[in-house]
């Protein structure tokens, strides 16, 4: 029995009858019966379902459609599978596949057989040829005071056969220059512009010498360390995992827990693409074939220094023959050893990199949408990964090939969203976001006028549920804050692995990393500060174009190294991935409601409060000054876009309930709901990094995320005369949605019955 199908060909706010007489649901008696007949047919239909359909209401959707809706939901649910999962990331996970490798085009033939197989339509391979990095000759040996050679690999492991697979790479950082350096080395902590000015402080001159760092401590990107590096002189970067930051002192270590092993290395790229992501010889535009291209050497997200990532292992024997003044306090380390400044180490470091065209392949499949074939809903993840990729990425794959999977059997029961659903496979993630960069960039005008949102995952489960405890591995979404009330909501009717809904496992695991004495808000679940580096950069920063990022989060400490595979995932992360299945249904739901809504479920007085909040934590971290830079006038304008925002949320549910609104009159206000969204772009981009156009969402050099970007940098650099430049522009931008929303709202109401 093929379920619903058999009986019914189901679209949103409409039933299909198998005779093809189509039965528009405008009576409540009729609906009321084919809901009822409709229930009973998928009960007794040969798939089982978790639980019963929920009758409550859904952001955007009349009551009628709201209950058709929750149908549509209780299938999908249905049909996603544990074992499925884990059979897709054993594929995915089998073998080494680096961006531009053999394997990772294996992989994306792979996955559009696997596409085409699952009902889904247009399925394409897209090639963009990509300036590529990859090692030929990589070296260090320490020469004085005593020789030494570093290992520059991983240990391997019985346990793990796949510790043993001779393809795996050893130590380096994509995207490096070549150099052949000796010269002292010098420890600069975490590699950051303070920790150089203690330096300098301290008498230390880093100039032509070798700089060794540490990842984390605090957290910033390992471009960042490399461009802060080569602005200071430095000869060569060293980058090194040091175990406070994500070893032995955390807990168990592999193979018999989830933290870094001696000999882990976080490989990794060192582009400076927080100025411009992509290909580097493409800036701004595509990289198909025969684009025109600018020379490498001025290319401004290449770095001119030569950089090395290094485990602890290789790292602890130039640490502890130093012999100068001691570091400070909170620049020591876990290794058994006082951290020094500098002192009798020198080193010789080799790299010689291969940086040439290659070609990537970017995975694109659609299933068409019903009604409004031209609005679409994106999925993505990425493909490739720097050595097996248990959790970055193959664990978002393999939610992400159980989603298609789940929304192709929905096609094949003849189940069809109202509007387009896009999906694609990024190829190039880890060299600059390249794959979905020149996608994007490809295809700008069409997304600008019709991209809904765009759902990322890139780690779906990226932390070891065995040992998070009762309440779970912590779902850790982020997304524009007009969405954020939307996904709050999805969450309710999604499962968790612990049994609860994962809305109230959310609140549970919030409440429990907080260390809070109280739940939290809805309002403080999503985190509505978005950064870099993930494949939603092009689509919010470049195009202005909403984003959600989902996955699961918790003791993690093998990130990029080769332990990041297949038995780490199956033996401590999620052995019975049900956590990569839960990541799959609030995929599923939160997609299915964007592409099924009659009115898109943005929440701009939501949004709007957000903005206020973090206008008003700039000001106080800052200590802004009035007489410097007025920003009273900006508080005015946001409080009036808070008001026209609950104002027209709050018309639209009123119409929704009463069912009295016209399909022309919804497709009218989708259309200027889209356009808010496009309203947040400045074409002149922020000051010094034109690419990022985002009046109100960016990153830092280190990834971190950056509200107000413009008017943050330049308070922070007291360029007041910019920061009231930038002021102006978001009045403007704020004054225009506000108008739009109410011109939007007065012609809604118009001709109400």
Known sequence: MRGLSALFRLRPGRFFLENKITMPLRSQNLYAFLVSFLVLAFVLSAEQQQSP????????????????EHLIESMFQSIPSPDKAREWHRTFTAEPHPAASGRNNQLADLVADEWRKQGWEEVTLRRYDVLHSRPRNISLEMTEPVHFTASLREDAYDADPDTKNPAVSGSYFGYSASGDVTAEVIYAHSGNPEDYDLLRKSGINVKGKIVLVRYSNPYSYRGFKALTAE???????LIYSDPAEDGYTKGKIFPDGPWGPESHIQRGAITYDYIVPGDPTTPGWASVPGAQRIPPEEARSLPKIPALPLSWRDAKPLLENMNGPEAPRDWQGALPIRYRFTGAVKVHVKVDMDTSMRAYTVVEARI???????EWVLLGNHRDAWAFGGVDPSSGTASMMELTRSLGELKERDVRPRRTIVVCSWDGEEYALTGSTEWGEQFAD?????????LNVDESVAGAATTAGPDGLSFSPSAVASLAPMLVEASKDVRAPSEKSLYKAWRATTMRDSKASTPPFDSALVETRIGSGSDHTVFLNHLGRPVINLGFTGDYGVYHSMYDDHYWMSHIGDPAFEYHVALTRIWGLVALRLANADILPFDFGFNASTLERFLRELEQKNKVEPRLLPLKRLHARIAEFEKAGNLLRDAVAYDLLSGSASPQKIQRLNEELLQVESNWLDPAGIPGRPWFQHLLYSSRYTYAHL????????????????GTQQAVLLERAVEKNTRLLRS??????????
């Not at 359909?53 to 058709?68: D, E, N, R, V, Y």
């Not at 068409?368 to 031209?374: H, K, N």
């Open 446 to 454: 069409d997304l600008r006028k019709k991209l809904v949102a765009y």
């Open 53 to 68: 359909p929920s009758s409550s209401p859904i952001l955007g959707f009349s009551p009628q459609h709201a209950a058709a």
């Open 744 to 753: 939007a709202q007065s012609s809604w109401e118009k001709n109400r019955p």
């Open 707 to 722: 509200e107000f970007p413009g008017l943050a940098e330049a308070v922070e650099r007291h360029d007041w005369k910019l």
């Open 368 to 374: 068409r949408g019903s009604e409004v074939p031209d």
């Open 231 to 237: 602005r200071e002189g430095v000869a060569a970067l």
